[in-house]
């Protein structure tokens, strides 16, 4: 069963989230953020729902930190701050969804169930995906494109990754900017879907020769396009 950790220090959130997730997902709790940097360096979670306002710190600078160890680690803002501002600090730091507290139980439990599926489905494949313009290290976070000699290393914000990786975990299928939105960055999230028009062309350039292998189909999205798949 998938683990989940949950950041948190009220009791009465705590037990809301565990009925809410219950049979779902095993659930841990900690209400600080010296205890939950400990649990999750000896242990390993498919999401960590996360508070804003912490006894020993602040949650964006977490999620920051997080989101710098391991970009894949999906973490769902969990908060009573509803104000747009905060809401931009958490997607920019990483988050993939932001709930208000209070929340109804069934909605959470939906929101946590489609992203563990959906990430569920990444795993499926392999670590190393490869193909002849480039090859994509899941396990290392890495992406290096052909340069015509060898396989040459580019740097890609946490946020182009997991770009990247959605897009090739899809080869020749059309993906919409609504499917992006909700995947990336989540659902009922206050982005236009013309950022992801944005980031798209921001990760093309780092990709250089082989920017066309995310290519643009007008009036729908994109569609991850490869000459030949690499054993």
Known sequence: ??????????????????????????????????????DIQKKSYSLILLDLELPDGNGIDLCTKLQEL????????????SDISNKVLGFSAGAEDYI???????????RVEAKLRKAEILSETSDLLKWTELEIDKKRQEVKINNGNEFEKIDLTALEFKLLLYFASQPGVVISRDDVLNTIWGENVHVYSRSVDTHVSKLRKKLKNHSTVIESVHGSGYKFNVTKALL
């Open 70 to 81: 391991n970009p894949n680690l999906p973490i769902f803002i969990l908060t009573a701050n």
């Open 1 to 38: 069963m998938k683990k989940v950790l949950l950041i948190e220090d009220s009791k009465e959130v705590f037990q809301m989230v565990k009925q809410g997730l219950a049979g779902l997902t095993e659930l841990d709790w900690v209400t600080s953020i010296e205890s939950a940097t400990h």
């Open 100 to 110: 208000t507290k209070p929340f109804e139980i069934l909605e959470l439990r939906a």
